[in-house]
């Protein structure tokens, strides 16, 4: 089963074109590592909670949108050597953020189900 890289963070709204580019650009060097798909959200329903939310646990403000977006990997494996490349990689250490990465959220999961 394939194995996943998920994120979310909290965009300013004013940058959803910066962040649309960001993203695009990371494509070919994720793919060049061995991802299978990426796949970036742009948030329109993503309601606040009253004990805890995608907006709260992002500490979005209110002049941003959530962004829900995860990477595809064949195997875990593969997903760690990549980014061991990855954080060295020239075409990613000099990528400009269009957006505030301390307050990203992610994680790796193993696929259980795939319908």
């Given at each position: 089963?394939?194995?996943?890289?998920?994120?979310?963070?909290a965009v300013?709204t004013?940058n959803?074109?910066a962040?649309r580019?960001?993203?695009a650009?990371s494509?070919?060097v994720?793919?060049?590592?061995?991802?299978?798909?990426?796949?970036?959200?742009?948030?329109?329903?993503v309601p606040?909670?009253?004990?805890?939310?995608?907006?709260m646990a992002?500490?979005r403000?209110?002049?941003?949108?959530v962004?829900?977006?995860?990477v595809?990997?064949p195997?875990?494996?593969t997903?760690?050597?990549?980014?061991?490349?990855?954080?060295?990689d020239?075409?990613?250490t000099?990528?400009?953020m269009?957006?505030?990465?301390k307050r990203?959220?992610?994680?790796?999961?193993?696929?259980?189900?795939?319908?």
């Amino acid at each position: 089963m394939t194995y996943v890289d998920g994120f979310v963070a909290a965009v300013p709204t004013a940058n959803k074109e910066a962040y649309r580019k960001h993203a695009a650009d990371s494509v070919p060097v994720f793919k060049g590592y061995g991802a299978l798909a990426m796949v970036e959200n742009w948030g329109v329903d993503v309601p606040d909670g009253e004990v805890t939310s995608l907006p709260m646990a992002v500490k979005r403000k209110e002049d941003e949108t959530v962004v829900f977006s995860w990477v595809i990997w064949p195997d875990k494996e593969t997903r760690d050597k990549a980014w061991e490349k990855l954080m060295s990689d020239p075409a990613m250490t000099n990528m400009e953020m269009p957006f505030d990465g301390k307050r990203m959220i992610f994680g790796g999961f193993e696929t259980i189900l795939e319908a």
